[in-house]
Each structure stands twice: as C-alpha cells, then as structure tokens.
C-alpha cells in the first residue's frame, strides 16, 4: 500500500560482533524517491562513522556484522512535495546542501566546484576569481 510512498528519513543499524552497535540516520529535508541516492548517502554516512571508530589494532580483526537494520521512515507522496533542487527562495539552504551532497556522491569528490570573486576590479578577467572546491 505504502509502495509509491517516499521516506524522508532513512534509519541504519549495524549489530557488531563483540563491538557497540553503530547506528546512521539521514534525515532529507524532503521525501524522495532515488534508491540509488538514498543508498550512496547512507554508505558515505556510514564510512566516514567507520572512519572515526576506534581502530582496530593489528592484532584485532575488524568486527563483524551480525545484524542489519534498514528503516524508512516520515513517508509522504513525493509528486506533493519534492520542490527543484535550485528554485529561488529564502531558507532553503538545507536543501541545496543536500542537493550539491547529493551531486557529489553520484559524480566523485572534487567535480563540483564554485567560483570565489576575489579581486573583481582586477585588469586581468583570470585573475578576478578563481575556482574553490566544494
């Protein structure tokens, strides 16, 4: 029934051997309907909490997964509510970070870049901005 419904938020749990639970949750600012997106974001999310983790010492293994939880949660009909990642309108920061996280994800680290006017009286049009990673 709850098929063609969007979540908009997704929950992750990884039950550890002999190690604490990790548990990722991503919140989108709006439902939507991109498993592939959703996915990415969650392993991004879960990586850089791996990274983090204490690590394991050479003569430890890394722990192992015992159980998987995946929940979706906050469903909504996404035709209602998914608004374009770039429509003008005041407080919608949020979204456009999740938007250009989103981006990034699908396409790499460092192919998203944004233009820094430092010098815009300068003689040069090279030398007025230059371009700084996201």
Do not use: Y
Not at 27 to 50: F, H, K, N, S, Y
Not at 108 to 128: F, K, N, Q, T, Y
């Amino acid at each position: 029934r709850a098929r063609h419904l969007a979540p908009g938020r997704a929950a992750l749990r990884l039950t550890l051997e002999d190690a604490p639970d990790l548990h990722i949750e991503l919140a989108l600012p709006e439902p939507v309907l991109e498993p592939d997106w959703i996915a990415r974001l969650l392993i991004g999310r879960l990586e850089q909490a791996a990274r983090t983790r204490q690590p394991a010492t050479e003569a430890e293994e890394e722990p192992r997964i015992v159980t998987i939880g995946l929940a979706f949660d906050r469903l909504a009909n996404p035709a209602t509510r998914q608004l374009p990642a770039f429509e003008a309108r005041v407080g919608r920061w949020e979204e456009l970070r999740w938007s250009l996280e989103r981006l990034t994800m699908r396409f790499g680290e460092g192919r998203l870049w944004r233009a820094s006017h430092d010098r815009p009286s300068a003689s040069l049009p090279e030398h007025r901005a230059r371009l700084v990673g996201l």
